[in-house]
């Protein structure tokens, strides 16, 4: 058993959470007491004064013991049904976690059938926790920077020929102060990030849990490469699988029989130039990034795509955002489903 933040590598993101877990012996992150408690301390799921008695003794005793069994009779209990409800979520999810026996298992089973509805943040707050801990040790600020595509929506601009990604809570955060800022000196209109560089690579480890550095993603520059490296490793670390991902300009040329779309507007997207639909170029999303993806196992996919490579997309949606979902990586590939 291994401490994930020990003397084996840097821990890119405080907030993941890489200190509340440990490595299991296969690499992947065990459920912990204070992964839990975690959980239990969200403001929507802590007590406040107002809370009853029946919801105080319930959040001491599972901080006390994160595992602890909590009867549906009990939850009924609670005064306020909108806690109730919120404990009911909550306590579904770790009981989920437990009983696959991991963080990356727990992730992975929930996009199967049967599986529990969680709320969205708890997954991508699942996905910053696992990058954490496949990029333990990483020495390269442009991996760490493009990584948090997988769990950090962002925000596109085009200018000057230039694709650049930046997160887009912190530009919602800076365009109100800059609306602000505006009051008093119309001048300033425009929200300012840092480009993540060569020259400034160094800073980012500093202020990596900022995620306030932009991002070059123009197809031939370090991004896209950076982007590629890290599908390749997600499926790694999930699949045990060796696949070689290369960016592309376009599939015009290429014999496509597969895809995956990284989001659902890629998804929508590609789903419909495969079958020869007609896309309106006006108030729809587009494609930013393309995506060559060699299975280096072939023998782990299904027959008709054996030394095939398949295709992945990257959507900007109509509103300029970026919404990345991970798990697609995990679902959509063409598996054997015999040697899974």
Not at 3 to 8: E, G, L, S, W
Not at 28 to 53: K, M, Q
Request: aromatic share 8%; with cysteine; charged share 25%.
């Amino acid at each position: 058993m291994t401490a994930v933040n020990d003397k084996t590598g840097r821990v890119i993101w405080k907030s993941a959470g890489q200190h509340l877990t440990h490595r299991l012996d296969n690499g992947w992150l065990a459920v912990s007491g204070d992964f839990l408690r975690a959980y239990y301390t969200r403001p929507e799921i802590h007590p406040v004064e107002e809370s009853c008695a029946v919801e105080h003794a319930l959040f001491e005793r599972l901080m006390a013991d994160p595992f602890a069994p909590v009867s549906a009779g009990e939850l009924a209990k609670i005064a306020d049904p909108d806690a109730a409800e919120n404990y009911t979520v909550v306590l579904r999810f770790r009981d989920h976690l437990v009983a696959k026996g991991s963080i990356e298992a727990g992730y992975a089973s929930l996009f199967t059938p049967g599986a529990p509805l969680v709320p969205p943040v708890f997954i991508s707050q699942m996905a910053h926790l696992i990058m954490g801990n496949i990029l333990l040790g990483e020495t390269d600020a442009m991996v760490a920077r493009a990584a948090e595509l997988f769990f950090r929506e962002q925000t596109a601009t085009t200018s000057n020929e230039r694709m650049m990604l930046a997160d887009a809570e912190v530009v919602e955060t800076r365009a109100r102060q800059t609306a602000l800022l505006a009051l008093s000196d119309p001048r300033r209109t425009e929200v300012d990030l840092e480009i993540l560089n060569a020259e400034g690579a160094g800073d980012y480890w500093a202020r990596a849990d900022r995620f306030d550095l932009a991002l070059d993603f123009r197809f031939a520059e370090p991004g896209q490469d950076a982007f590629a490296r890290l599908v390749e490793r997600w499926i790694r670390h999930f699949l045990d699988m060796r696949v070689r991902v290369q960016p592309l300009q376009s599939v015009k040329e290429q014999r496509w029989s597969w895809h995956v779309g990284l989001d659902a507007e890629a998804t929508r997207i590609l789903n419909a130039l495969y079958e020869g639909e007609y896309l309106p170029e006006q108030g729809q999303g587009s494609i930013v990034a393309l995506f060559r993806m060699e299975f280096l196992d072939f023998d782990r996919v299904i027959d008709r795509m054996r030394r095939k490579p398949a295709f992945l997309g990257l959507a900007v949606d109509a509103h300029d955002r970026i919404r990345m979902k991970p798990q697609n990586l995990l679902i959509n590939l063409p598996l054997n489903p015999l040697l899974q």
